[in-house]
C-alpha cells in the first residue's frame, strides 16, 4: 500500500525542493534564546545555594536540590546547542557566508559555550553562550531582512 501511494505521489509531482530541511518559517534563534536563559538563571541559582552545616536531613534537601538544578542546567544547555546545530546546518547555506564571513566561527564559538556550560558552573560561560546567540539572533534576521528586537525575559 505504502509502495502504491508512494508511486502516486511521484507521478504527481514533478520535483520538490526546498532552501532547508524544514518549511520557511520554522527556524528561529528564539529556541536557543530560552534555553540559554535558563542555564544562565540555574548558574545563578546554583552558585546562590547554600550548603547547610551539621543537619542531615537540610543537607540531604540541599543535595537534591543542587542535583536537580545541576540536571536541568545541563539538559537546557544541550537543548540551546541543539537548536543553535539545527540553525546551522539546517538554515544557513554557502550563501550566507558573503553576508556573514564569520557565521561558522560565531555558531562555533556558541556551541563551545554551551558545553562550557556543562562543564562548569561559570557565570562567564553562561554569559558568553546569551552574548554568542544574541549575534546568532543578529545574522538570522539580517539574513531575512528583517530587524527583530533582542530581548531576554529575565
Avoid at 547547610?52 to 546547542?81: H, M, V
Wanted: aromatic share 10%; proline share 3%; net charge negative.
Amino acid at each position: 500500500m505504502l509502495e502504491k501511494l508512494t508511486k502516486r505521489i511521484s507521478e504527481t509531482f514533478e520535483t520538490a525542493e526546498a532552501h532547508c530541511d524544514g518549511p520557511c518559517g520554522v527556524y528561529d534563534p528564539a529556541q536557543a534564546r530560552i534555553e540559554a536563559e535558563s542555564v544562565l538563571q540555574l548558574t545563578k541559582k546554583i552558585l546562590d545555594l547554600k550548603r547547610p552545616d551539621g543537619d542531615d536531613k537540610a543537607f540531604a534537601s540541599y543535595q537534591n536540590t543542587l542535583t536537580r538544578y545541576i540536571a536541568i542546567k545541563e539538559e537546557r544547555a544541550e537543548l540551546a546547542k541543539h537548536h543553535l546545530l539545527v540553525l546551522w546546518t539546517d538554515y544557513f547555506k554557502p550563501a550566507h557566508l558573503e553576508k556573514f564571513p564569520d557565521l561558522h566561527e560565531t555558531f562555533w564559538k556558541a556551541a563551545k559555550a554551551c558545553s562550557s556550560c556543562k562543564q562548569e558552573v561559570s557565570l562567564e560561560h553562561a554569559q558568553e553562550l546569551m552574548d554568542a546567540i544574541k549575534k546568532v539572533h543578529e545574522m538570522f534576521w539580517a539574513s531575512k531582512d528583517k530587524d527583530v528586537v533582542w530581548y531576554t525575559a529575565s
